[in-house]
Nanobody, 124 residues
C-alpha cells in the first residue's frame, strides 16, 4: 500500500489540526494503520494505532485524551484529529501500515508501509 500524509501546519498551543493519510492499493481495509512522529535526533515515536475496522484504537500516554485516530475504509483514508496541541507535539508525523503487525504495535520496524511525513509545528 502506498501512503501519503498531509494536513500538517503551524498552530498555536491549545489549537487543533487534523492529519489525513490517503492510501492507494487494494489492501487498505486489511491493513492495520498507525501514526508515528519524529523530531530531529530522536527515534520515531508511536502516537496512535487503529484496527482494520476502526473499532479499536491505541494511543501513546502522551496524547491520550487529546488525539483521536479514525479511518474511512471506503475512502482509503486514515485520520488523526489532534486537539489541545502542545509545543512538545511538534514533530514530523508519519502514517504507517501493516497487514501482519499485532494491533497497536508501537515498534516502527513492524510496519512495512510508510507515508512521506507531514510537519506539525505548535507554537507556545
Amino acid at each position: 500500500v502506498q501512503l501519503q500524509a498531509f494536513g500538517g501546519g503551524l498552530v498555536r498551543a491549545g489549537g487543533s489540526l487534523r492529519l489525513s493519510c490517503a492510501a492507494s492499493g487494494r489492501t487498505f481495509s486489511s491493513s492495520l494503520m498507525a501514526w508515528f512522529r519524529q523530531t530531529p535526533g530522536k527515534e520515531r515515536e508511536f502516537v496512535a494505532g487503529i484496527s482494520r475496522s476502526g473499532g479499536s484504537t491505541y494511543y501513546a500516554n502522551s496524547v491520550k485524551g487529546r488525539f483521536t485516530a479514525s479511518r474511512d475504509n471506503a475512502r482509503n483514508t486514515v485520520y488523526l484529529q489532534m486537539n489541545s496541541l502542545k509545543p512538545e507535539d511538534t514533530a514530523v508525523y508519519y502514517c504507517a501500515a501493516s497487514r501482519t503487525v499485532v494491533a497497536g504495535s508501537t515498534i516502527p520496524a513492524t510496519y512495512d508501509g510508510w507515508g512521506q511525513g507531514t510537519l506539525v509545528t505548535v507554537s507556545s
